[in-house]
């Protein structure tokens, strides 16, 4: 059965603390790992999508890497504006299976 | 380039009642789907629709839930009668491609409160 189990549930941060977030998963046939964003009361917003081992993105302050059974979120001296709950989803034939997510305060 | 928009944005009903949730993907985009997102969770999803047909609703309480993709654009997800196990956020997402894994893109969602 695919599963995505992402750790740690919640993290508290000082404004410039570096951290990373994980994403450990189990699939069958992996078609992408996708990160997303989500603010209280809205939708999740689109972060990166990995393919295969080794790859990296970056978008600001944010280092999406993927290995054969993980991801990880790094995010370097973030602020205030990155609080919010970072997902993981893995994708397999045609649709997403998410995780729980990692709630992420960051305090000024 | 407009997102995916979602109507209504909140919905109080009582147990039992019926509740529809409608949903305008954003144009062109052949895939949609609804996904349920209970609090302290990730989104499950419901339904998936190829232009206007169903690929994929096996995690879709079908005895109560129903939903319809209207023209291959539009659509709309039902729950009749409501249980207070429906309490929930709906979300909804589409994507460009139809028949592979895409990026998903979500609108804002339907936060439902069943008492």
Known sequence: EDQVTQSPEALRLQEGESSSLNCSYTVSGLRGLFWYRQDPGKGPEFLFTLYSAGEEKEKERLKATLTK?????????????????????????GKLIFGQGTTL???P | EA??????????????????????PISGHATLYWYQQILGQGPKLLIQFQNNGVVDDSQLPK?????????????????????????????????LLAGRTDTQYFGPGTRLTVL
Not at chain 2, 3 to 24: D, H, L, M, T
């Open chain 1, 69 to 93: 059974k993980e991801s990880f979120l790094h995010i370097t001296a973030p602020k205030p504006e990155d609080s919010a709950t970072y997902l993981c989803a893995v994708g397999n034939t």
């Open chain 1, 105 to 107: 305060q960051v305090k």
């Open chain 2, 3 to 24: 997102g995916v928009a979602q109507s209504p944005r909140y919905k109080i009903i009582e147990k039992r009642q019926s509740v529809a949730f409608w949903c305008n």
């Open chain 2, 63 to 95: 005895d109560r839930f129903s939903a319809e993709r209207l023209k291959g654009v539009d659509s709309t997800l039902k729950i009749q009668p409501a249980k207070l196990e429906d309490s929930a956020v709906y979300l909804c997402a589409s994507s």
